[in-house]
């Protein structure tokens, strides 16, 4: 602390804080164990590029899965666990705070979890990973360039959720083009909109972007056009209203610039397709189009013999920049996808992408949909005719061996966890709710699972489910968890269930099969759901 001769007046110093990293490693339920290194840790990163888990933090449980990021210091860090039944990867970042003129450290805690975090911090976080396992790839500084961009990155996000970022103002202009851009919009509207100048406008847009403000607006408008193209927008004077252009022409010309081709012919163009869910890469090769790349179980390729030329996609082991990396390579002329994945406006730059609603659409209407993109309407029309011919006959039967169907539920037995689903999230449930005529117990609707999907609880509680008949598709790898399975089924509550008395339990523990919502899987699980109910599988729980 530093006192002026002439004023006696007290010249403090401002409180700086620096953030070093000390250890970089992979997101996995044995990160959090032991010391991982020799130094006193002040905070630590968690940034979750793919799958699904619960993380504890201090007693308290917090959801996480891709895009997640938390936060949180070092006294939090001996309380800091992954529950046995996530399924989570990512990256962890311990760190030390160095603070001049100040106590503690400030600015890396955050009581919650980040949710679907922007693609430019999942980016920076692979790149981080990779200089840290690999120091030569790198300058001297680049790991120390790297962290002090995911830093400033998390702050700002953090902030902006909090309504005080400085970059807060960009998010809502972003956000207003995109709702607007139909409209008539200027660089000045848009600048006054955010209460800044143009040209500092410009300046943080295209830091933000990489993009100028007219470069980025064209870009909304022509994926606009792109997709409603693909989707059955046929008059180019409509489209280019629709786009927020006044002219058939005008738009012509944008679209040529953009594309390297004229509407008419990117219509008629065979399409690289891109398809990043296991559904619609099914979908897609149920009508005989293999996509450029795509989501695959091994159970798929299976199904089609598929062979080594196929490109596959993992959704769920891959840093951000290298998932990007991935479909950028595919070349894609239009990418399909669902409307929650967070990446979507990531990809903008490669192609449109189709986002298909997720939970609304049926898996039906999902390979129209695909199929007008790739023109096979027809063919899609027969597959679909074949299908409904299998169930009217698959009923038939049921009718004859059965009568009424009365109710099912079908379980998903995870390590900790069981769950439910309804018809809209597949699992079977689309075709014994939709196709087969079975009820879904009156509980599961009392307890919102149309609205919300599915249902989850304790393992023990799938007992307090009681329906005509019971499905079990997946079952726990862990020994303590089939250990807990086992007394369950041997306890007196399991025992009572009409299901099990009635011998009409069924374990079929394929979760592979039947974790698709798509034509091929539902073609699958209704042969495998019919065998079951007719008493031609054997694979049942016996009291």
Not at 62 to 75: A, D, I, P
Not at 216 to 229: F, M, N, P, W
């Amino acid at each position: 602390m530093l006192t002026s001769a002439t004023t006696n007046t007290k010249i403090v110093s401002p409180a700086h804080y620096f953030y070093m990293p000390t250890q970089v490693e992979p997101l996995n339920t044995s990160s959090f164990c032991g010391n991982q290194v020799d130094v006193p840790n002040d905070g630590c990163i968690i940034i979750v590029w793919g799958g699904t888990g619960t993380l504890a933090v201090n007693g308290c449980e917090h959801q996480m899965s891709r895009g997640s990021v938390f936060l949180c210091n070092g006294s939090s860090l001996p309380h800091l666990y992954m529950k046995p039944d996530a399924d989570l990867h990512g990256i962890v970042i311990m760190c030390r705070c160095i603070s001049v003129h100040a106590a503690g450290s400030q600015g890396l805690d955050s009581p919650v979890p980040i949710h679907r975090c922007p693609s430019a911090i999942m980016r920076l976080s692979g790149e981080i990973g990779m200089i840290w396992r690999e120091p030569q790839l790198g300058g001297p500084f680049r790991l120390q360039q790297l962290f002090t961009e995911l830093l400033t990155a998390l702050h700002e996000e953090l902030a902006s959720r909090q309504g005080s970022s400085p970059n807060s103002w960009l998010e809502k202009a972003l956000c207003y083009m995109e709702a607007h851009y139909r409209e008539e919009l200027t660089r000045e509207q848009m600048a006054d909109q955010s209460d800044v100048s143009p040209e500092h406008f410009s300046r943080m847009f295209r830091k933000y972007t990489g993009r100028t403000f007219n470069g980025y607006l064209t870009l909304i408008r022509i994926r606009s056009a792109q997709r409603q193209l693909l989707t059955g927008m046929s008059s180019l004077h409509v489209l280019a209203q629709e786009v927020g252009y006044k002219e058939g022409a005008y738009l012509s010309r944008k679209f040529k610039e953009a594309v390297g081709l004229s509407p008419t012919h990117y219509l008629r163009k065979k399409k690289r397709i891109a398809a990043l869910n296991l559904n619609h890469t099914a979908s897609l090769l149920a009508l005989g189009v293999t996509p450029e790349i795509g989501v695959y179980t091994s159970w798929l390729e299976r199904v089609q013999q598929a062979s080594g030329k196929i490109q596959k996609l993992d959704p769920y082991d891959s840093t951000p920049a290298a998932y990007y990396e991935a479909v950028a390579s595919s070349q894609p002329d239009v990418i399909i996808s669902y409307n929650t994945a967070p990446e979507n406006k990531s990809l903008l730059p490669l192609a449109p992408v189709v986002e298909l609603p997720f939970m609304t659409m049926s898996w039906r209407e999902q390979f129209r949909l695909l199929a007008d993109i790739v023109e096979r309407r027809a063919q899609a029309e027969e597959w679909l005719q074949r299908f409904d011919d299998l169930v009217r006959v698959s009923n038939e039967s049921l009718d004859h061996q059965l009568g009424s169907r009365g109710t099912v539920i079908v379980w998903e037995i995870g390590k900790h966890k069981a769950y439910c689903f309804s018809s809209s999230y597949g699992r079977g449930c689309q075709i014994l709710y939709d196709d087969l005529g079975f009820c879904m117990p009156e509980q599961l609707i009392e307890e919102g699972i149309v609205s919300r999907g599915f249902v989850e609880v304790e393992l023990e509680a799938i007992a307090n489910y009681p329906a005509d008949y019971i499905i079990i598709t997946e079952l726990p790898s862990s020994t303590a968890s089939q250990e807990k399975l086992e007394r369950l089924f041997a306890s007196a509550r399991w025992q009572a269930l009409k299901a099990v008395q009635q011998n009409q339990v069924y374990l079929l523990n394929d979760a592979e099969l039947f974790c698709g919502y798509d034509p091929l899987s539902s073609l699958a699980q209704l042969h495998e759901l019919v065998q079951v109910l007719s008493g031609s599988h054997h694979n049942n729980i016996r009291r």
